[in-house]
């Protein structure tokens, strides 16, 4: 039985789905500490509960999709904490078990006739985020097909089995890790994902390829519900928009970080915030040609209910 994509679902009835925002900000302004390989993943083993309360508060600000606390939960990564893979495994399916509970408990206590019922889209990272080198935002990675098909498949298909509503393949800097991704998602019919690049400029993605052949590479894949950009600085997002949109039908999809910039080899974060927010820029990106719309690194809950105040 073939299942319907739940993105063009929503956008048949609505002109915009807000995507939640930065999961590892919310964390650590909650207290916890994520200087860690695993990153936000290290909360699943201390206090799963942090996670679902993210979720939650994203829901009540208005988000119309939760993002998996899996981007960097992968087998080889819990192995390194001295997890066995079946442990590893249960981890992975308990970020989707989270959001499907925060989005649940929010509809319940809160059911909207005016706005969809939220879907839960599970984290797929790039090979580069389980290096945490920061190779996400370079790519290049020097390493063959087999080996990403063979990092990927397992997570992608516990993801699935745990019932995530479409899959989120995002950060991906490679042209080659974007064509891993896609033929491993022809291996399961039916099951839905975006796919999201991180940039080097407004034409170009991470490793230097042209948006015009990412967009070829998804327009000839049905099961892609959505292309786009997140982890990306503001200033480069409305030209990116604009550039995709020209060469693809699919719904455009984008959720930049707050507007400073991050240095992969110390791993902090530098500059100021912009002083274009989430919500100042949201109209001129729908007009682009964007039709998810959320934010990435150092966003806020705030940024998603002043969003969704300019759009409801």
């Not at 936000?40 to 309360?53: H, W």
């Not at 098909?149 to 516990?158: G, K, L, S």
Request: proline share 4%; net charge negative; aromatic share 8%.
């Amino acid at each position: 039985m073939k299942k319907n994509n739940p993105i063009d679902a929503i956008l048949q009835e609505h002109s915009l789905i807000i995507v939640d925002g930065a999961m590892a900000t919310e964390l650590e302004t909650q207290g916890c500490n994520l200087d860690d390989p695993l990153w936000s993943a290290s909360v699943l083993l201390e206090n799963p509960q942090m996670i679902y309360q993210v979720h939650l508060n994203y829901f009540r600000s208005g988000a119309d999709c939760a993002i998996t606390a899996s981007y960097q939960a992968t087998v080889e990564g819990f192995a390194k904490r001295g997890l066995q893979e079946e442990e590893a495994l249960e981890l992975i399916k308990k970020t989707v078990v989270l959001a499907k509970s925060a989005r649940d408990d929010f509809w319940q206590e809160d059911p909207q006739s005016d706005k969809p019922k939220p879907l839960v889209a599970a984290s797929v990272g790039p090979y580069g985020a389980f290096l945490a080198d920061g190779s996400e935002y370079v790519g290049n990675y020097g390493v063959s097909d087999k080996i990403l098909r063979d990092f990927h498949r397992q997570r992608m298909a516990v993801l699935i089995e745990a019932g995530a509503d479409i899959l989120a393949f995002e950060t991906i800097p490679s042209l080659q890790e974007a064509k891993v991704l896609i033929s491993l998602l022809q291996e399961f019919p039916g099951t839905y994902a975006w796919l999201s690049f991180s940039l080097k400029d407004e034409c170009s993605i991470s490793e230097g390829t042209l948006l015009q052949e990412c967009a070829k590479l998804v327009n000839e894949c049905e099961q892609i519900a959505a292309v786009g950009f997140n982890c990306a600085p503001l200033d480069y997002v409305t030209g990116a928009i604009s550039n995709l949109k020209s060469y693809t039908d699919k719904p455009i999809i984008v959720y930049p970080n707050s507007g400073e910039t991050y240095d992969p080899e110390t791993k902090t974060w530098h500059g100021q915030e912009s002083c274009h927010t989430l919500e100042s820029k949201s109209k001129e990106w729908y007009e682009a040609g964007a039709r998810l719309i959320g934010g990435c690194c150092r966003t806020s809950p705030k940024d998603i209910e002043a969003v969704a105040g300019k759009w409801r």
